[in-house]
Structure formats: C-alpha cells, structure tokens
C-alpha cells in the first residue's frame, strides 16, 4: 500500500522540518528524490545523503522558488537527470510574523513570493510535462490559518489562503488529464519553527486543540504520502486538515 517504487517526486524546502520527513517517507516508499533548498548548503548535504543511503536516487538543488526563472531551470536540470517527475510537493515556506501595524511592505511580499508564488512558479515549471504525460499529483502544503486567519500573520495567512485557491483551481484545469492537486492545512507542527513560540502562545495553542497534543512531521509525511498514491487517484481540489481537531 502506498508504493512509490519508480516514480520521482520534486519537493521544495525539504533540507529539514516537514519537507525532509516528506522526502524521507517518500524514499522509504521507493521513490527516487529531487529536493529544492535555498541557502541551507550543509543541511541540504545530509540529507541528500540519508536519502541516498535508503537506496533510492537522490539529489538536492539550489533554487529560490520565488524566482520564477530559477524554478524552470531547476525543474529543467530535475527531468535531465532523473528523466521524469510524477510527484509535486510545494512545501518551501518563510514567516515574518508581527501584528500589520508593524508589517513592512516587504516583510508581506517576501512571504507572498516564497510561499504562495513560489508554489505558481514550480506548478507552471511542472504543468506541460504532467499534461504530456497524463499523469500526476500536486501537493501543496497549506496551513490551518490560511482557513481561519491569525492575528501577526497576515502576510503568511494570505500565502496560505491563496494557496487554498491556486490548489482548487490547478485541479480543475488538469483533473481530465489524469492530474490530481490537494493541499495539507497543517495545524500546530512541532518544528523549528514552532519550537521558536512564546510559552505562552504555545500553552494557548494546546489548550485549543481537542487532541492536547502538537502534531509531528510524521503526521503530515503520512499525509502527504498517501495524496501521491494510487490509493489516492480520486481525490482532487481537497484541502485536508492535521490538525488534531482544532479547526472544524
């Protein structure tokens, strides 16, 4: 159940947190693995070589995915060396978290370009090879607050809710082509990131999930696994939450 044995899968911001568990589970399923990374040159190599050692075909790239010219020639340099992409995980993401009357202009564009065209750019970069192929997934990691907005993450909810709609819309353009596109709406994950919050934030933020517990990047992997299986072949245009209960 699950196989990925002789596909390949393009997952972007996987040199650690939630996109190396993605890779990580998607090689222990037997897919070979392209990963994208941008400035993160010793996080990249150690897992591009745990990845290699599970004995798949792995390499990590550098790209900034809110170049739009950088993305087409990763992708291009992806099929030249791995021949062919069946899997999209557009999982690359930053925040700049402070209430809008501190947000500078650049601080909201520097969000929207990584997290939400940063997933356009590699979508376009990979959308003809799936239509030629006829075949596909696209996963796009989300967030429970591009559902429900967050007070200090106005730049990062909009990326997360725009991310919601270019998910809806890729999977009705490609579904007769055999193309699935879903998104993940993660809730709290226990990661870097969230390792970095107030207690006092994080007490909040347990006390509102029925479940009492924060997430792990196994949740998601688990998720994002089963979204590129064939078990998976029907289901399009969903956004699933993990996030223990806490938004329904």
């Keep these: 159940m699950f196989e ?21 589970k998607f090689a222990r399923q037997g897919a070979n693995i392209a990963f994208l990374h941008y400035m993160d040159a ?3 190599a150690a897992t591009e070589k745990e990845l290699n050692e599970i004995g798949i075909k792995a390499k990590g790239y550098e790209c900034n995915v809110a170049d739009f010219e950088g993305c087409k020639a990763a992708f291009d340099q992806i099929i030249e060396d791995f021949g062919e992409v069946h899997i999209l995980v557009n999982n ?11 947000m500078k202009e650049a601080d909201f564009d520097a969000v929207i370009s990584v997290n939400l065209k940063g ?21 796009n990691i989300s967030s429970i607050v591009g559902l429900t907005g967050n007070a200090g993450q106005a730049n990062y909810a909009s990326a997360k809710a725009g991310l919601i709609g270019l998910t809806k819309s890729v999977a009705k353009e490609l579904g007769s082509r055999n ?11 226990k990661t870097d990131m969230t390792d970095g919050m107030p207690e006092k934030a994080r007490e909040a933020a347990l ?13 998601i992997a688990n998720t994002a696994l089963f979204l590129a299986s064939d078990e998976a072949a029907y289901i399009t245009g969903e956004v699933i939450r993990v996030d223990g209960g806490m938004v329904m």
């Design 4 to 24: 990925l044995t002789g596909k390949t899968a393009v997952i972007t911001g996987a040199s650690r947190g939630i996109g190396k568990e993605i890779a990580l």
């Design 42 to 44: 010793d996080n990249a």
């Design 92 to 102: 690359a993401g930053i925040v700049r978290d402070m209430l809008m009357l501190q």
């Design 119 to 139: 997933a356009f750019n590699m979508t376009k970069s990979v959308y003809q090879h799936f239509m030629k192929k006829r075949r596909g997934r696209i996963i």
């Design 179 to 189: 193309v699935t596109a879903n998104a993940i709406a993660p809730g709290f994950i």
């Design 207 to 219: 006390a509102a999930i029925p479940m009492k517990r924060m997430g792990t990047v196994d949740d």
